[in-house]
């Protein structure tokens, strides 16, 4: 079955899982630095260029990180760009 974020339950759990491994000072968000030690893990690396826009375009309440519904739909976004 399928949540409105387009992954499925045990998709969002296992984004949840991680999310939470990667938000290290427990704020509920994950802010640059933690973002970028998740982009290392998905062997990426992120410049801080890269990860400024990231923030910019995803953090809709301007807090300066994602929340998990923001990393949901960062994490959307790249699924669909990795499709094309």
Known sequence: ???NSGFSAQEVQELKEKF??????NDGRVDASELL???KTLGET???EELDFV???FDK???GG???TEFLELMNTLR?????
């Not at 939470?20 to 000072?25: G, H, L, Q, S």
């Not at 669909?80 to 094309?84: E, K, P, Q, W």
């Open 1 to 3: 079955m399928a949540t």
């Open 46 to 48: 992120a410049t801080q």
């Open 80 to 84: 669909s760009v990795g499709r094309n």
């Open 66 to 68: 994602l929340d998990f």
């Open 55 to 57: 923030l910019k375009s």
């Open 37 to 39: 030690e998740l982009t």
């Open 20 to 25: 939470t491994t990667f938000d290290t000072n």
């Open 61 to 63: 309440n301007a807090d």
